[in-house]
């Protein structure tokens, strides 16, 4: 049994608590948190659990193993560093940090204590993701050209931290999984109208290996609810829609050379003086996707990843790689959507 203590029990955090006390091999011991309306919550729903306001009690107890942190994004780091030093494996909500150089000092600290950090990029786990990887990894949808999501909404507008930092950090775990590598660069415009400084909406360009594009949209003041990924390849297209019925459907669409088979990527780079483009417009098929709710098997993953000493599929890396990312892109919001690269992003770049 792996005792856990979880911090905050917010907006994210009754969906931890209820995921993580739910599984047979862990016991949620305590919930730390200052409301009192949310302490009450948690006391009304989960009798097993103390819900307490101070931390310091929680760390120096060496029954618990484990802290989960759903807390506001700039606490991430101090909450983790403590979580550490006091000899905790440690699960956080996403982002893992505000900077590369704080999540780099996290992963430092793990390593040496040999405890478990973890990221909420629950996205790894999703069943209709997993499946869109497999596609990619399989070769069915050929070359991937490029690919956009958009995570859009009316509200939840958050005072902390912009619309970028809020919502892009599981549309840029999503990209950098699905294509195996982070980006080289990013470009980002946004605006902020509802409060000065903090970007309501956001539009984020990334550049990756092999001339592959991501386009990242994030919004809290749109009218729609969309949850969307379209990927485009050179045999097929694929679009991942997490509010619709049908989650993944697979286009047999594109354009080929007519000189070259269905679905040969295109030789953009060099190009024949006469080439012929023909369009295709198959069938689309919705693919299966298992049912699975993702937040468990992360919660699942972090158990699992305490118990036998192997990384979490959402490691420190994984957080790195979407802070920096983030970084690049809020450098570029401050810079009039200058091409940032990540490499600009050295450790003790300042926080965002």
């Known amino acids: 049994m792996i005792n856990l203590a979880q911090i905050g029990c917010g907006y994210w955090g009754p969906n931890l608590l209820r995921n ?3 599984l ?20 009304a729903n989960y009798p097993a659990t103390a819900a307490v306001a101070e931390l310091e009690p929680v760390l120096t ?34 982002p893992l940090a505000m900077t590369v150089d704080e999540v780099d000092r996290l992963d430092a600290m793990a390593r040496e204590r ?5 990221v909420g990029h629950t996205f790894l786990y999703n069943p209709a993701v997993l499946a869109l990887k497999a596609l990619i990894d399989s070769g069915e949808l050929g070359r991937i050209y490029y690919l956009y999501t958009q995570r859009l909404n009316l509200g939840v507008v958050r005072q902390d931290v ?9 549309d840029v775990s999503i990209c950098n999984f699905l294509l195996g590598s982070a980006p080289l660069s990013a470009a980002a415009y946004g605006t902020a109208y509802l409060q000065p400084g903090i970007e309501d909406v956001v539009f984020a360009n990334f550049e990756y290996p092999g001339q592959v594009r991501a386009s990242v949209h994030v919004s809290w003041l749109d009218p729609n609810k969309v949850r969307k990924v379209t990927l485009v390849g050179s045999r097929r297209m694929a679009v991942y829609d997490d509010v619709a019925a049908d989650k ?3 286009y047999d669409k594109g354009v080929d050379s007519a000189a070259a088979q269905p679905g040969d990527p295109l030789p953009f780079d060099q190009p024949p ?23 468990r098997e992360t919660a699942r993953d972090f158990l699992a990843a305490i118990a036998s000493g192997r990384p ?8 790195r790689a979407v802070v920096a990312s983030l970084q690049a892109a809020t450098r570029s919001l401050k810079e009039n959507s200058r091409q940032v690269r990540l490499d600009e992003i050295v450790a003790g770049a300042p926080t965002p």
């Open 24 to 43: 047979p091999d862990a016991a949620v011991r305590f919930v730390v948190e200052a409301s009192v309306d949310r302490r009450r919550y948690v006391e």
């Open 248 to 250: 993944l459907v697979v």
């Open 114 to 118: 040999g405890l478990t950090l973890m």
């Open 20 to 22: 993580f006390s739910s």
């Open 312 to 319: 979490p599929r959402a490691d420190a890396a994984s957080g």
């Open 61 to 94: 107890d060496k029954s618990v193993h484990g802290l989960v942190i759903a807390t506001p994004a700039r606490s991430h780091f101090e909450l983790a560093r403590r979580g550490l030093e006091a000899g905790k494996h440690v699960f956080v909500e996403k």
């Open 162 to 170: 912009n619309a970028l930092w809020n919502l892009a950090p599981h």
């Open 273 to 295: 003086a006469d080439l012929r483009l023909v369009y295709r417009s198959g069938a689309a098929h919705v693919h299966p996707v298992p049912a699975a709710e993702p937040l």
